[in-house]
């Protein structure tokens, strides 16, 4: 049966049962209401100008007959979508979720980098009842070895700067049989304290063998979850990138295992696409993300940036690729050098890529976006205005408004788009048994009440390599767990209904 077909059963089967809607639906009253809005779930291809009444944290009824509710939100002309989620954003501090916000995001999941395992049940409590949006994180391959080889204990990505600087050890060393067991065993500890899966940034620790990837992930699996990783040699050459990702991906053959591939739009990403698909063809639970921009960003201190590998081996220019974005300026080889003395930890903007790629990337079958949005640093707090915030990549604050421009400015189908935003993250992570996204990334009846509206014709980024903190516009209101979080575009503080996305600890 087409999708077509499948679609058009479903579209005339919800107008039958909306027509024999009770009498007494349109008397109850609901917490909210959202009327006239035009409805887009991307699990059903949903697309109808509907009501929404919400009760709790849940979507109780879509309907077309009108809705009595505590508050009506009238979202005549605009999308009413599952909210966005994100499973690659490092800004897990609440000025970081604060821009996050005003760009569609619901639920944020760092699971590249991920949090010390043995950390995993802290960094849950410190933000149990204070988060503004859902949050998850996976347990860290990089601090694993860092605790290991360097003798340091980093939480997180917030004191990722810290670690990577106290040694070198989680990057460069190579572990004996006895420090790989101590570094599996971390990881492990944060699996059993229910961590979303195994993050690893093993781009970045050319001292892991083959063979020490192969076990970590071989833990993962043996929880049935996914290892979410930034792979070998990433940034590279059409023929490097994809024998990275290869590693991975025989891995996860090998162990049955899930796998989300990281940012693949590098050279040779083309090739990743092939495989990603072939793979999941034959039934496996592999996916890749993307983010919308031409350039990444990165430490300073990255392997790949040393002049043997980014010069020499790669044929790249610092002048034309290394980008400070508080400095405005592009680094030569000798302003490297100084700043790898005084800042090694300092964040970069790294350009690699075209952008006439972007759109490309977009079109790509079952295609995820991750911003890998930088965390923006602590001493920032909540009410630190936009345009005060220091200056970083743009993607932390505009990679879902800048995918909804492109989609626009190049006919790229909404839904399609809105599928890589919402659903089909939420439909891989619950396939790993994580209950919480089976209730995500969905607009139905008796779904999580996460919700994104927003102005189709005129959402738009407005953060730049200039100014990279400013935020998205035409996205409206944003209801986390049916608590309206982001009110006619303004961020409202008192809201923190962000729920954990764990698995239950054992």
Not at 54 to 74: C, E, F, H, N, Y
Request: with cysteine.
């Amino acid at each position: 049966m087409s999708l077509f077909v499948c679609r058009t059963i479903f579209s005339l089967t919800f107008t039958v049962l909306t027509l024999l809607v009770p009498q007494s639906l349109q008397a109850q009253s609901f917490d909210i209401v959202i009327e006239n809005g035009r409805i887009m779930d991307p699990e059903t291809g949903l697309d109808e100008v509907l009501n929404v009444g919400i009760v709790g944290d849940t979507i109780q009824v879509i309907s077309s007959a009108p809705l009595k509710g505590k508050r009506t939100i009238d979202a005549t002309g605009k999308v009413v979508a599952p909210g966005f989620i994100d499973t690659h954003l490092h800004g897990n501090t609440p000025a970081s979720y604060k821009l996050a916000l005003r760009d569609g995001l619901t639920t944020a999941m760092d699971l590249e980098y991920g949090t010390r395992g043995s950390a995993i049940n802290e960094w849950y409590a410190a933000r149990e009842g204070k988060a503004q949006v859902n949050y998850g994180t996976a347990s860290s391959h990089e601090l694993a070895r860092s605790l290991v080889l360097d003798g340091f204990r980093a939480i997180d990505v917030t004191e990722g700067a810290l670690s990577r600087t106290a040694g070198n050890g989680w990057a460069t060393g190579v572990a004996t049989n006895e420090q790989l067991q101590a570094i599996l065993a971390e990881i492990d500890a944060g699996l059993t304290a229910g961590a979303i899966g195994l993050g690893s940034t093993v781009g970045y620790m050319p001292g892991a063998t083959s063979r020490e990837l192969y076990e970590a992930q071989k833990v993962a699996a043996r929880y049935g979850r996914i290892s979410g990783v930034h792979t070998r040699h990433t940034p590279g050459t059409e023929s490097t990138v994809p024998n990275g990702v290869q590693e991975v991906m025989a891995n996860a053959a090998a162990l049955n295992a899930p796998l989300l591939v990281m940012h693949f739009n590098n050279p040779g990403w083309e090739l990743v696409q092939e495989l990603i698909v072939g793979l999941r063809a034959e039934g496996h639970n592999v996916w890749g993300e993307i983010y919308p921009y031409a350039a990444g960003s990165t430490s300073l201190n990255a392997v790949f940036l040393r002049p043997e590998t980014w010069v020499k081996q790669l044929g790249n220019r610092y002048e034309d690729t290394l980008f400070d974005p508080i400095n405005q300026t592009f680094y030569t080889e000798e302003s490297y050098h100084e700043m790898m003395k005084t800042d090694p930890g300092r964040g970069i903007v790294l350009y690699k890529m075209p952008p006439s790629k972007i759109p490309e990337w977009l079109r790509m079958e079952g295609i995820t976006m991750g911003s890998d949005g930088m965390p923006i640093p602590t001493s920032y707090d909540w009410d630190t205005p936009y345009d005060a915030l220091p200056n970083m990549h743009p993607r932390a604050a505009g990679s879902r408004g800048k995918t909804l421009r492109i989609a626009r400015e190049n006919d790229i189908p909404l839904m399609h788009i809105l599928a890589a935003l919402s659903y089909r993250p939420a439909k891989h992570l619950g396939a790993t048994g994580l209950k919480a996204m089976d209730l995500r990334g969905r607009l139905q009846e008796n779904m999580v009440a996460d919700i994104v509206i927003f102005d189709a014709d005129a959402v738009t980024d407005n953060a730049t390599y200039e100014h990279g903190t400013r935020p998205t516009t035409g996205i409206d209101y944003v209801l986390v767990s049916g608590t309206v979080t982001v009110d006619q575009g303004v961020v409202a503080k008192e809201a923190s209904a962000g729920q954990p996305i764990r698995f239950e600890p054992m």
